[in-house]
């Protein structure tokens, strides 16, 4: 079992920057995936960014490349997603999803364990 809680959401105005975190706990994920989803009001989950817990290696959602970084902290066990240049469009409740293996999945299906996520709300 791998236990996910997520923090550091809140409602910020358009072109305001914001990082969530994902600190993580339970059985050991060195082989894990771990990525962040967001779910818009009204629509599915969508796949945002993903990491390797012990490569590094990431992969992003076009339309977030170049205002999201994901990165992580192995002391803290904490993953972070560092947002910047926030749209309303990119108002969502954000979790953080694990899953064991190499894949960056961009699906959820593959995920097998999920926070209870966060709220960001973006003003125009």
């Known amino acids: 079992q791998v236990q996910l809680v997520e923090s550091g959401g809140g409602l910020v105005q358009a072109g305001d920057s914001l990082r969530l975190s994902c600190e993580l706990s339970?059985?050991?994920?060195?082989?894990?995936?771990i990525s962040w989803f967001r779910r818009p009001p009204g629509k599915d989950r969508e796949f945002v960014a993903g990491?390797?817990?012990?490569?590094?290696?990431?992969d992003y959602n076009d339309s977030v490349k170049g205002r999201f970084t994901i990165s992580r902290d192995s002391a803290k066990a904490t993953v972070y997603l560092e947002m910047a240049g926030l749209e309303p469009e990119d108002t969502a409740v954000y979790l953080c999803?694990?899953?064991?293996?190499?894949?960056?999945?961009?699906?959820?299906?593959?995920?097998?364990?999920w926070g209870q996520g966060t709220q960001v709300t973006v003003s125009s």
């Open positions: 339970g059985r050991t994920f060195s082989t894990h995936i």
């Open positions: 999803a694990a899953r064991y293996g190499s894949t960056i999945h961009t699906k959820t299906g593959p995920y097998d364990y």
């Open positions: 990491m390797g817990w012990t490569t590094g290696i990431t």
